[in-house]
């Protein structure tokens, strides 16, 4: 199942044992040479067994026991015979060979198979829409692969990946950055929409804006462009309702309340013919929503099955229905 969490995402690090990382390839190695030596009671038919020469394996118990700091073998005429020290290891190496195993399995997976934890960073009123159906196919298709969602601005979005707190972004109109990937996927535009009918002219349109009350997200920069936009052509809202997203836009003017600003596919997601553009030559300002993803990105099976799911995605909404542009059933409003 995947985890949702609102500008928040785990990091992919955990706590570990101190082990000097130059050590660690000739504890495993020796580790299981001594397997067999205790195994065999014999340096010289646990060599004969591995396929090494005795002085080699000798070396080799020898360089453990230096790492360890301690004497792990009695050796005789007979052969060798475990110390305290070399019982203690025994009676655990079968489950840190049983652990390397493990983890060296879990890696190739990583490579070779479909699986991983990703997290997939999303405007919240983008996610909306884009979101519900590819979760619903990538969860089926892709069983081996767990995602954690991570909603917030397209800004936030595109800082988080940059920052390695998310692996892919869906965002609006991201700045280039030298360490990401931006993959053009679908075109949006943000519009004034309204629950009545259409105006039949632009000027019938700049009146009812000018009488407002004109809703739109205030912290969004293409909202606000397109507000400084009409106030130099001279159209200017006598009431305003600046809210804090679109989401909260859309329900207010679903409510029959004023004028509002919104991106068109925001505008149609679930909303029937609710919202129809106020008129076709208003200005409007163009989005492309783009997936973004570091250049470094580790590139595993599960991470490119994922990249490519979203890619797909979000390219088949080109052709996707968009919002209307035209009149609803019934009188066209004159004003």
């Not at 060296?104 to 919240?124: D, N, S």
């Not at 949006?188 to 009488?211: H, N």
């Amino acid at each position: 199942m995947p985890t949702c969490r609102r500008n928040a995402c785990p990091r992919a690090v955990g706590t570990r044992a101190h082990v000097p990382s130059e050590r660690v390839p000739t504890w495993v190695r020796n580790t299981q040479s001594f397997q067999e030596v205790a195994r065999r009671g014999s340096i010289t038919a646990a060599a004969r067994s591995l396929g090494v020469s005795q002085p080699s394996l000798t070396l080799a118990m020898q360089r453990l026991e230096r790492e360890l700091g301690t004497t792990l073998l009695h050796r005789g005429r007979s052969g060798v015979a475990l110390t305290e020290t070399g019982l203690a290891l025994a009676r655990d190496v079968d489950d840190i060979l049983a652990m390397v195993a493990r983890t060296e399995q879990r890696i190739r997976g990583l490579e070779e198979e479909e699986t991983g934890r990703f997290v997939v960073g999303c405007h919240e009123s983008l996610g909306a829409y884009f979101l519900p159906a590819f979760m619903q196919s990538f969860l089926v298709e892709a069983p081996g692969i767990e995602l954690t969602l991570w909603n917030g601005s397209s800004a936030g979005v595109r800082d988080a990946v940059v920052a390695r707190e998310v692996h892919f972004g869906v965002v609006v109109n991201p700045s280039p950055h030298p360490d990401l990937v931006l993959v053009r996927m679908f075109e949006d535009a943000v519009d004034f929409f309204t629950a009545e009918s259409p105006a039949r002219t632009l000027s019938a349109a700049y009146d009812r804006i000018r009488r407002g009350p004109l809703v739109h997200a205030k912290r969004v920069t293409e909202s606000q462009a397109l507000i400084i936009q009409l106030e130099g052509e001279g159209v200017v809202a006598e009431r305003e309702l600046s809210c804090g997203d679109f989401e909260l836009v859309k329900t207010l003017v679903l409510e029959g309340i004023g004028i509002g600003i919104l991106p068109r596919r925001v505008a149609a997601y679930g909303a029937g013919e609710g919202l129809v553009r106020l008129h076709p030559d208003l200005p409007h300002f163009d989005d492309a929503i783009h997936l973004v993803y570091r250049g470094d990105l580790h590139k595993t099976r599960g991470a490119m099955r994922l990249k490519d799911a979203l890619v797909a995605h979000g390219k088949a909404l080109r052709s996707a229905p968009r919002p209307s542009t035209g009149r609803k059933p019934g009188p066209v409003s004159s004003r």
